[in-house]
């Protein structure tokens, strides 16, 4: 049975009790500066954080294509995209999100991950009504 991952890139600790079902698999993503700048290079340096994590993190692999892969993303958010259409890309559907804000007392996070394969799925049983109008 696949374990729920939660893939943190973030760059911001999470403390272990507030996402409780999940191994927590933190990666660095240092974004180069060129990257910044650049659509094609943000993109490549996405790519490439991505593979070189499902090719030496096995778990996170079998978390993804099981549909049980969280991610609490990038604080950017062109990054953050990316992230979640990569993700899509390899294993089909999108991530569960949980939610980072910003308080007083540092980074806090959701206790309910953001479904958004779900969110998809709802959009699309309504596109022929806001679309084929």
């Known amino acids: 049975m696949a374990k729920?991952?939660?893939?943190?890139l973030s760059g911001h600790p999470v403390p272990?009790?507030?996402?409780?079902?999940?191994?927590?698999l933190s990666?660095?993503?240092q974004i180069p500066v060129d990257a910044l700048k650049n659509p094609t290079e943000m993109k490549k340096f996405c790519l490439g954080v991505m593979e070189?994590?499902?090719r030496s993190e096995k778990n996170l692999v079998e978390a993804?294509?099981?549909g049980k892969l969280a991610l609490i993303p990038p604080g950017?958010?062109?990054?953050?995209?990316?992230?979640?259409s990569i993700i899509h890309g390899y294993f089909g559907h999108f991530p569960k999100v949980f939610w980072s804000y910003r308080s007083e007392d540092g980074f806090k996070y959701t206790d309910i991950a953001l479904d958004l394969q779900t969110i998809r799925e709802f959009s699309r049983v309504e596109r022929p009504y806001l679309v084929n109008k």
């Open 4 to 8: 729920k991952i939660c893939l943190n």
């Open 52 to 54: 070189n994590l499902c």
């Open 64 to 66: 993804g294509q099981r």
């Open 27 to 29: 990666a660095p993503f």
């Open 76 to 84: 950017l958010s062109s990054a953050s995209l990316i992230v979640c």
């Open 16 to 24: 272990f009790q507030k996402i409780r079902d999940y191994i927590m």
